[in-house]
Each structure stands twice: as C-alpha cells, then as structure tokens.
C-alpha cells in the first residue's frame, strides 16, 4: 500500500530535526526511536516541532537543512544595522508602548506578502535596513506558515496549540518598555496562501487570511500587508531562468536556444485547467488572493506595490507611504541596490509577439480582475505606490498598472 507523501515528509523532517538538534545538544534525542505515532501527529497536525518540545531545547527555525550558512559576524552586522536604524526612528509611531508585544513576544506586525520573483527581496532588504528586523533574523524569510501548509493533509485555517505555541517560540522576546520594535515576516509564498490556489498547483493547505485572523485576534486590525506584482510574462521569465539554475545549473547562455519560448507555447496548448495549475499562470493569479486577504483585512491595510515602480522607480515614493502606515521614520539606505537578481535577456529578445499577444490574451480576464480589485480598494484606503490617478477609477489603475509593473 503506498504511503501518503504528506507521512513520508514528516517522518524525513523528524528524522533531520533529530540530526539538527544533536549537532546542538549532543545525545538530546534518538532518531531510531521514533515511532509511528509521532509521525502521524505531526502528519495530522503538522506539529514538527514536537521533537524540539520532548528536546525543551530551542531549535532555531532557521537552521533546518536548506538554509545557507550565516556566520556569526553577519549575524551582528545585521543586528547592528537593526538596532541603529530602530534608534533613529522619529514619528508619532516611535514609542515602546506600540510593540506588539504578546506573551512576551514581539509579534509580527508587517507581513510582505511577495509575490515571487517579483522584487520582494529588494524591498525586504531596504526595509531591515530601515530598522523592520524580519522574524527570522539573520535570515529574511521564516516560511512557518508554508511549512506548515505543506504537511497538511486538510485546510489548515486555525494553528493548533502546538503550532501556535511554535509559532511564538521563534519570535523574539520584547517588552512594551522597549524602545520601538517592529517585526516582519517576509516570505514571499504567503500571498499565495489563500483558498484561492488553484488545484493541482500548490499542494499547500493553509489559508493564511484566515489564520491570521484567528491567530492575532483583534490585534489583526494592528496589522499592515504589503504585496509586489509585477507583469505575469516578466514574473514567470524570472521564475524559468531561475528554476533552471537550480535544476541544471546552468546560466541562461546555456540553455538551449528558444528554451523559454518552447516552454511558453507548451503550457499555451494546455486546456484552460491544465494552464491554470501551471506556474506561468498560477504565480499571478494576484486577484484572487487579493480577495481572500481583503475578506479579512481592511482595505487600508494593504500596500501594492508594482515592480518598475519599486526597482527602476523612486523607491524613497513606497518608504514614505510606509512610514506613513507603520509611523515611524523609516530612512531609505540605498536607492539602487538589487537583491537576489536573475540574469536572462530581455522579455522583448525572448519570446515572440504572437505568442507574448496570444499569452496577453489568456491571462486578461486575471488582470481585469486586478484591476478591479485594486481600484474598488483605493476608495477603501488600500495604498497603490506611485498612483497619483482619480481613486476607484478602473482606467486610472489600468494605466498605473501598465507603467509601473
């Protein structure tokens, strides 16, 4: 009888966590003793910290196999850059009394939704540079909640205790005593963690909105939510050439000649399901889960920022609306810097404009969708960087959208 995927991870996970916690702690725990039961608690409940509980060692997060190695001295230099930039912070926000502070954790009070490969390392980064520490510091992205998505076997729409209770151990201690902290949680799947997710695309079954809602409780109204979009074609360039790095390792040069454009007309003769649960049109579906976060969240809390608008733009326009949000003075470091950038030719030079017209042509309903969310949602506060248009005018945002993504 084959045995479900969802077992097999965690009973790999268990087996790795036990390793992990032993290169800590010597002698904590014995791989070879665990037992079917906990695999199938942690299959049911994704609770793959329980080893880390029975160990009552704190395991960080960030450590777990596939992260790459911080040493100690960037570690200090970011909780340096940190500190210095929280210090300078002046603003009707910048008082310690508005740490969002928990059961003695500094909660996450702004999340960067992503999108993938859509510039959110950037802004990521020029936000911890400002004095935003992200909540799995040294590290940019803590990926709880995609890691939880992925163990389950069913919609995970509420954290169990011990989940939550992990969730909480990783945050860093606080005080509302302190000088003003705020944390973030930058990683760049949790847009498209929502009921909106296409079939067959994503096996992940958390419904962050929801989630959230639950777990922060009226805190939730104390969050702000802001997400990157950037032109579908142009995304999933990003996302080919960068998933055949890691597949082949090789540099786009060496791909075959016309790679991305044969990739392109497969998925276009794909039926309309089939096209919807592949990564050229499931990774900017930004619509629908921009719905499912605005059925729990308000308007005004949300920032959209477009890609050329953040990247090849003025950044210090998204920093002041920003500031503005969290109320603080967050300071621009660099104008120019470019994180995690992905070498491929011109989107121009790639594909051809039939096939660039024929894929505009299927992903236009998604954008008309967008563009109606987006400009019922600036009547209702929701920020769009850069928009200088009539609020709530579909022909304005159509046309913010077109020069700035």
């Known amino acids: 009888m084959a045995v479900p995927r969802s077992r097999l991870r965690c009973a790999v996970f268990l087996v790795l966590l036990a390793f992990w916690i032993n290169l800590l ?4 725990v014995d791989a070879s003793e665990i037992s079917l039961e906990e695999i199938e608690a942690c299959e049911r409940d994704a609770m793959q910290f329980e080893l880390l509980q029975r160990s009552k060692t704190h395991f960080p997060w960030t450590q777990l196999p596939g992260r790459r190695h ?19 912070w002046t603003g009707p926000g910048a008082r310690g009394e508005l740490n969002l502070c928990r059961e ?13 490969k859509c510039g959110s390392s950037t802004l990521a980064e020029d936000m911890r540079r400002a004095g935003v520490a992200s909540a799995a510091e040294p590290y940019k992205e803590l990926k709880f909640f995609e890691y939880n998505g992925g163990l389950a076997s069913a919609e995970v729409r509420k954290l169990s205790e011990s989940q939550r209770a992990s969730w909480l151990s990783m945050l ?13 949680d930058y990683s760049p799947q949790n847009i498209y963690l929502t009921k909106a997710r296409p079939k067959g695309w994503n096996d992940n079954m958390m419904d962050l909105p929801s989630v959230l809602q639950d777990l922060y409780g009226k805190d939730a109204d104390l ?15 990003s996302e080919f050439y960068y998933s ?6 090789k540099t786009w040069e060496e791909l075959p000649t016309g790679a991305f454009q044969k990739d392109v007309e497969e998925v ?15 990774g900017s579906l930004y619509a629908r889960h921009l719905q499912q976060y605005l059925l729990r969240f308000r308007p005004d809390q949300l920032l959209v920022v477009p890609f050329h608008e953040y990247i090849a733009g003025d950044r210090s326009v998204t920093f002041r609306e920003l500031s503005a ?50 400009a019922e949602a600036s009547l209702q506060g929701a920020g769009l960087a850069g928009f200088v248009g009539q609020k709530g005018s579909e022909i304005d945002v159509r046309a913010w959208l077109d020069a700035g993504w």
């Open 325 to 374: 949000r969290l109320g603080v003075s967050l300071r621009l470091v660099d104008q120019d810097s470019y994180v995690n950038p992905n070498e491929h030719p011109p989107l121009d030079t790639d594909i051809s404009l039939e096939l660039r017209e024929a894929f505009n042509h299927l992903i236009s309903p998604e954008k008309d969708a967008l563009v109606r969310v987006l």
């Open 25 to 28: 702690e010597p002698g904590t």
């Open 172 to 184: 860093p201690t606080c005080s509302q005593t302190d000088s003003r902290r705020i944390l973030a």
């Open 223 to 237: 969050l702000h939510l802001s997400v990157i979009i950037r032109e579908p074609l142009a995304r999933y360039q």
């Open 268 to 282: 276009l003769h794909m039926d309309a399901e089939t096209q919807l649960q592949s990564e050229l049109f499931a």
């Open 104 to 116: 003695g954790r500094l909660l996450p009070q702004f999340y960067l939704l992503g999108a993938n």
């Open 244 to 249: 055949a790095k890691v597949r082949t390792n």
């Open 70 to 88: 911080i040493d100690v001295e960037e570690e200090e230099y970011w909780e340096q850059i940190i500190s210095e930039a929280e210090a300078s």
